[in-house]
């Protein structure tokens, strides 16, 4: 390993950034090495720029990609190399938005229903019922469970704890799991190879985000339901049934973990009674055709 990508993994481990963040800015750096053929050490301002027009025009990589690229080269040439040139402040990503999908609640309970293996399908109704992330799911341990004040802890992303309300059957569905694997740890231990093809290989370990996400697509292809959902549409739907119900959005920005309202604002455009509001003067515009 090179003394600069030392340095570099010392410096994000110094600013709190997670085993996983590190590895992905560590891969997005040695990309772009290969691309010149030298360290980043020598590179100039001007390489910089080349390289990121190379990655927007020329390579035209999603937005997230690039946002991952820029934001490792703008720790490693700020903070690492100290060298903050001021090209960086150019460098962005174009903006894109998004509308995500969302799952109606009888698509959800079709979709988890179809869920054949036990773990993997309380795992999953656990993400809808407390509208966690994927990660924040498989990393759930035993301890983090309070069933006298009915709240799960859940560890959440840039190391953010947060408590949500535990439902009373999803606790009921967690107890009823454990009796049948009795992890001291996890809530979701990985299932022995043994035991389903496919499964994750080590049961001292929790479920992999991986192995979720394959019973998901599963589950999805089985239940019919026609939407390009994935794992995270459990958290979407969950944000956007909650809107429905009534519930405040400063309200579901705490459950959910966003660390501004703007996130969460995005959940305001997706809900029915939204989309019923606009129904009738839209059928009388057409009508009158």
């Known amino acids: 390993m090179s003394l600069l990508r030392t340095r570099f993994i010392q410096d994000l481990q110094l600013h709190g950034y997670s085993p996983k963040t590190q590895k992905v800015y560590v891969s997005a750096i ?6 010149y053929g030298k360290s980043p050490a020598q590179f100039s301002e001007d390489d910089l720029r080349r390289y990121f027009l190379h990655l927007t025009l020329q390579r035209k990589v999603a937005r997230g990609t690039a946002t991952i690229a820029l934001s490792a080269i703008k ?19 174009p903006k894109a938005k998004k509308v995500p999908v969302v799952l109606s609640r009888d698509e959800v309970q079709r979709i988890l229903s179809s869920v054949r293996v036990p773990l993997y399908r309380v795992c999953l109704s656990t993400l809808y019922a407390c509208g966690l992330r994927l990660s924040e799911g498989c990393n759930l341990k035993v301890s983090d469970v309070d ?19 535990l439902p009373q059957k999803t606790l009921d569905q967690l107890r009823e799991l454990w009796r049948t694997h009795r992890s001291p740890d996890w809530l979701f231990p990985a299932l022995p190879r043994q035991g389903v093809q496919g499964t994750d290989p080590e049961p001292g370990r929790p ?11 599963r589950a999805l ?11 995270h549409t459990l958290r979407h739907s969950y944000a ?22 703007t996130t969460t604002a995005i959940y305001t455009h997706l809900t029915e009674p939204v989309c019923a ?11 009158a055709l």
């Open 30 to 35: 040695c990309v772009m090495a290969q691309h």
């Open 75 to 93: 720790f490693l040439f700020q903070n690492t190399l100290q060298r903050p040139w001021p090209s960086l402040k150019l460098l962005r990503p």
């Open 147 to 165: 069933g006298a004040r009915m709240t799960l802890r859940v560890h959440g992303k840039g190391g953010k704890d947060r408590y949500v309300p």
């Open 207 to 217: 479920v992999l985000g991986a192995t979720l996400e394959a019973a998901f697509d």
């Open 221 to 231: 292809t089985a239940s019919l339901v026609r939407k390009n959902a994935h794992v």
């Open 240 to 261: 956007t049934h909650l809107l429905e119900a009534g519930v405040n959005l400063r309200v579901i920005q705490e459950l959910l973990g966003h660390s501004t309202p």
């Open 277 to 287: 509001a606009v129904q009738q003067p839209i059928n009388d515009l057409v009508n």
